[in-house]
């Protein structure tokens, strides 16, 4: 028997969609618990202050070490909305896929968009379906968060003074997704860090720490994060090249291929700007928690143009440019 | 000078990210307000209770009689909203566009959706752009209502005695984009219906007549809407062929066509169920309104096994089955 697909009809409206919501949808994500067969879900918010954000996630392969298509899809409107210090608490769902996708892989991804769910505390109340001919299946999520009443954590609040902490080693998203790509094996096999990073932020928030900028190098990686909050605070923002962590495995591949781990995507680590005086108190606040273990104060902030520089590990200073076209297309 | 078009860096979350986000959207919907560099915006919400729903949007073509895929993407998402009662106030929009889409044809998509987002008074708040190798352009929205303490209005509140109210005349938005898709040319030519139905659904509401559900027949058309409410439900409709309003026009192609136009996909126009005691009411407030001049009372609800029946115009009675596959992909 023919392995079941996707068919033009599962996107049409009628009776085959509704056995795929069924059948595929709300078997693995659960119903909103309100009538699902309404045009709008029903939800209750906490308070009157809200973050909102969308995203869409495409990535090839759509399976890759450390995660899929679905990982993504949860985890990084989870983290837009946990980058402006908001509690993560619904998603929306929007599937375009391509006839002939197989019904057995889209619930694979289902199945890690439901497990994220859960580890991130938020609920998926809204999905649509539509398919298309041909290209690779995208997952759009849209995210609501509760936001806190004070204080406003924006890219545009950096001050000089501020230590740059990273709450991670970078650049494995990126090196993840390309080795499985383009067939590469590296020594080691490097996986995703892909992961909510809610509860990371929670904890940094909760140890009193003056937090002003929370950002997730994923596109553009760190080097494109750090100009937009040079540009967006007009400040210059300096960093330690030696002290941002990278695993070696990372590093060999970026030195193989050419590439700056500085500008590699990364889905599960964060950049904050704390005031000076707070760094020691965020760090020991990241580390006690199993996403923060490897967190670093990489750089500072300070009066000057707007720009990001990096000292060398060979001693030097230099321009860390914001990187132009994509590295590596359709990442996340 | 080569046309300005969509490049895989428009998707890289670089420089040529943040000229197309200032450029085209920022240009086109207008700023956030708020910071819009940040991850997330931040919205402020009149009650804790809300709508919230998605829909991905792609029509080929995206251009038809009568609007573009931009005009579908805020009308669908509004209209989702607008059908459980719920104010719209807020939506998110993502982009997925085919590399070498025209940067002037992006425009013209963005500048629906900002003109349909003023007419139904609502803010696009949060953006992304992801780029594809091909396929047609596809716009993802979310969106966000306040929701009226009561009544709950939903698909499976229909009652025995409620009248079946169809506030326009069905068929346009199918027949306009198959007319376009296919080269025909009717003997008038036949615009979509797509529109808000907000302000129309407040008129409604604001006539006090007891409201047990709305729909709006999207894909699937009539006969899949009222298919889904009697299931929901569990009731019998009965609907009268007669009544139902059909353009002269949108009748000659699909009787040349061999569609049946209740079959046949709308985006501007609405099944309400009102108790029958209240359905003159409901009429009168409708006619009222612009975008309700045709409205009419088309059958009614009663007790029985879960299906739509029709009376023929020639006296007898069918049954109107949901209909499978889809009639015409890529609609909506």
């Known amino acids: 028997m023919a392995e079941p697909v996707v068919t033009r009809a599962h996107g049409g409206g009628g009776r085959e969609m509704r056995e795929l919501i069924r059948d595929v949808f709300l078997a693995g994500l659960g119903d909103a618990g309100d009538g699902g067969s309404d045009d709008a879900a029903r939800i209750e918010v906490p308070a ?30 989870v983290n837009d909305l946990a980058m402006v210090g908001a509690r993560p608490l619904y998603l929306t769902a929007g599937f375009v896929l391509p006839e002939g996708f197989p019904l ?52 545009s609040a950096a001050r000089p003074g501020d230590a740059v902490v990273l709450t991670g080693d970078v650049g494995r998203h990126g090196i993840a997704v390309l080795s499985r790509r383009e067939g590469i094996g590296f020594e080691a096999e490097i996986e995703s860090d892909v992961a909510p990073l809610n509860g990371l932020v929670a904890a940094l928030l909760a140890s009193g720490a003056e937090v002003h900028v929370l950002r ?41 291929l050419g590439y700056d781990p500085l500008e590699v995507a990364n889905e599960g680590c964060a950049l904050a700007f704390v005031a000076g005086r707070d760094a020691q108190r965020a760090l020991e606040a990241l580390r006690a928690h199993p996403r923060g273990r490897r967190a670093a104060v990489v750089g500072e902030v300070r009066e000057g143009p707007a720009r990001v520089l ?14 132009a076209g994509e590295l590596l297309p359709r990442i996340c």
């Open 310 to 323: 990096a000292r060398t590990v060979l001693g030097g200073t230099r321009l860390v440019d914001e990187p």
């Open 48 to 77: 009157c202050r809200l973050a909102v954000t969308t995203d869409s996630f495409v990535v090839q392969p759509w399976r890759f070490p450390g995660g899929n298509l679905g990982d993504l899809a949860v985890c990084g409107t």
């Open 216 to 256: 997730d190098p994923t596109r553009g990686g760190v080097a494109g994060a750090l100009n937009e909050i040079a540009s967006a605070s007009s400040v210059e923002i300096v960093i330690d090249e030696a002290r941002v962590p990278v695993a070696p495995a990372v590093r060999s591949a970026c030195d193989l």
């Open 104 to 155: 057995r892989e889209l619930k694979e991804i289902v199945e890690r968009m439901a497990e994220r769910a859960r580890e991130a505390g938020v609920r998926i109340v809204a999905g649509d379906t539509k398919v298309v001919p041909f290209g690779d299946p995208v997952v759009n999520t849209a995210g609501i968060g509760a936001l806190p009443e004070a204080p406003v954590i924006s890219g």
